[in-house]
Structures are given as structure tokens and as C-alpha cells.
T-cell receptor, first 112, second 111 residues
Framework: EAGVTQSPTHLIKTRGQQATLRCSPI?????VYWYQQALGLGLQFLLWYDEGEERNRGNFPPRFSGRQFPNYSSELNVNALELEDSALYLCASSDTGVYGYTFGSGTRLTVV | EDQVTQSPEALRLQEGESSSLNCSYTVSGLRGLFWYRQDPGKGPEFLFTLYSAGEEKEKERLKATLTKKESFLHITAPKPEDSATYLC????????????FGKGTHLIIQP
């Protein structure tokens, strides 16, 4: 069974640009979660999508947004990139009613 | 607000030297407490879920326990390949805020 896949693995952007990160959940999982892991900080909850709808978002500005497609894959968009957006962005998926998440390997975003 | 505090921040052990990692939490109704292992540059790997006080789970050299205020991850006779950052997370009933993670314990096992 394929795990959670994220692309790209690494992404380098210039301050002010936009970044798009992608995530494919485990087959059959309908929920996708996005987390930011900045150096020295713990995982911070960004967004939760389930059945194509945004269910909740963490304490991040509106320039962090995303969507979930009919096949349950998801996209995270970060607009007007700032240097402090440099981090490992992790996607996780879960099946409704099953506790716990399975994480992907992440996208390392570097803003220069 | 849900909070998770892990201690110590870093721990260096000799191969075979057993120890415990601590995870203290406050949550408005615990749905589950999770332990993950994270290797550098990779996503967290699921280890255990604990649901209620008194529960214990084991996997190879790892054993996780849960009380009403904290969880312990016991590592028995560790090997160098157990070196990683161990993350603790809680999920509140309702779970609308996702998992709340601690900052982790960075474990180094020296041969």
C-alpha cells in the first residue's frame, strides 16, 4: 500500500513569490492535514481538509491556503512568501473514525 | 488551549542503557495520545496511540504508558538505530484542531 506522497521534495523560492505544495493521501483516506515544522519549533497545525471542504485552520495568516480535490489529494498554497516561511511542510492523512495520522516525507521550502 | 511538553529536550545514552522520555499534557478531553519517531529530514513515523489512563503498548524495545497527566516512552536496551527525535502529540475530543505536538526529545544512542 502506497503511503502519503508529497511533491516536490525540495522547493526554493524568492521572497514575495508563491509556492504550491502537493499531497496524495493513502488510498481510502478522506482527511488531509497540513503541518509546518520550522527549525527549532514543533509541528504547527496549518489546515485540515475532509471530503473536499476546509474543516479547520491553525493560527496562520490567510496567505496560507489550500484545497482538496475530488480524489482527496490536496494542495497547499503560500502566497507572498516571507523568509520565515522556510520550513518543512508535512502532509498527513487519516481515515474517518481512525485515530492517528500517517505522515508523508515532507516538502522542504526554502525562501531566499 | 491544549499543550504538550516533552522532556528532556535531548538525551544521550550508551547502547544498552535503558531510559524514559516524558510527555506532559493538558487537553480538554483526551481523544488519544500519540507517539511518533522522526528521523532527520523525514516525516514522523507512527509508533503508538494510547486512549485511556493505565493503557500500555509495546513495540520491540519501546513501551508507552499513559496516566491522566503524562505519558512515558520507555526504551529498553537501546541500539544506535533507535537514535531519532521522538514526538508526542494529543488529540482532543472533537479533534477539530488536529494533533497538538510537543517539540520532541532528540535521542542519541552511542555504540
Amino acid at each position: 500500500e502506497a503511503g502519503v506522497t508529497q511533491s516536490p521534495t525540495h522547493l526554493i523560492k524568492t521572497r514575495g513569490q508563491q509556492a504550491t505544495l502537493r499531497c496524495s493521501p493513502i488510498s481510502g483516506h478522506t482527511s488531509v492535514y497540513w503541518y509546518q515544522q520550522a527549525l527549532g519549533l514543533g509541528l504547527q497545525f496549518l489546515l485540515w481538509y475532509d471530503e473536499g471542504e476546509e474543516r479547520n485552520r491553525g493560527n496562520f495568516p490567510p496567505r496560507f491556503s489550500g484545497r482538496q480535490f475530488p480524489n482527496y489529494s490536496s494542495e497547499l498554497n503560500v502566497n507572498a512568501l516571507e523568509l520565515e516561511d522556510s520550513a518543512l511542510y508535512l502532509c498527513a492523512s487519516s481515515d474517518t473514525g481512525v485515530y492517528g495520522y500517517t505522515f508523508g516525507s515532507g516538502t522542504r521550502l526554502t525562501v531566499v | 488551549e491544549d499543550q504538550v511538553t516533552q522532556s528532556p529536550e535531548a538525551l544521550r545514552l550508551q547502547e544498552g542503557e535503558s531510559s524514559s522520555l516524558n510527555c506532559s499534557y493538558t487537553v480538554s478531553g483526551l481523544r488519544g495520545l500519540f507517539w511518533y519517531r522522526q528521523d532527520p529530514g523525514k516525516g514522523p513515523e507512527f509508533l503508538f496511540t494510547l486512549y485511556s489512563a493505565g493503557e500500555e503498548k509495546e513495540k520491540e524495545r519501546l513501551k508507552a504508558t499513559l496516566t491522566k497527566k503524562e505519558s512515558f516512552l520507555h526504551i529498553t536496551a537501546p541500539k544506535p538505530e533507535d537514535s531519532a527525535t521522538y514526538l508526542c502529540a494529543v488529540q482532543a475530543r472533537g479533534g477539530a484542531d488536529g494533533l497538538t505536538f510537543g517539540k520532541g526529545t532528540h535521542l542519541i544512542i552511542q555504540p
